[in-house]
């Protein structure tokens, strides 16, 4: 598993992007309305992605870790005890299992969206708020 970003849920999203703009984090991408991906330098992949969305909200703050294809992963892992089963979302094939202590650990397949090509040149913007 390796590191991609953080995940934070919030309720209001165009407040919390001008929140982090102010400590110098910059939007990178909107995938869709309810997501933005920020990161303090455009030649760098995001740092952070914020996320309007209630079961996000009830997962809590965490990480979002690349564990190359998910749907491979979740085969082999049958096991964990999966919160939300592979899925598509506008940022690429996603999944969630809590580990033993109940935190989530989210997964992220960004081969259908290539997050390290977002910071490279203008910001792909996919809504504008």
């Given at each position: ?32 309305d ?32 690349e ?49 390290r ?13």
């Open positions: 598993m390796k590191l991609l970003f953080e995940l934070r849920p919030v309720e209001h999203l165009d407040a919390s992007v001008d929140y982090y703009r102010d400590l110098g984090l910059y939007p990178l991408s909107w995938p869709d309810e997501t933005v991906l920020l990161g303090s330098d455009r030649s760098e992949p995001p740092t952070l992605m914020l996320v309007r969305d209630p079961v996000e909200s009830a997962l809590r703050s965490g990480a979002i870790y564990v190359g294809d998910v749907d491979t992963f979740y085969a082999q892992h049958l096991d964990l005890d999966w919160l939300v089963p592979p899925t598509d979302r506008s940022t690429g094939r996603y999944a969630v299992f809590a580990d033993r202590t109940g935190t989530a650990v989210r997964l992220l397949d960004y081969r259908p969206y290539d997050l090509a977002v910071g490279r040149g203008r910001p792909a913007l996919a809504a504008v708020s």
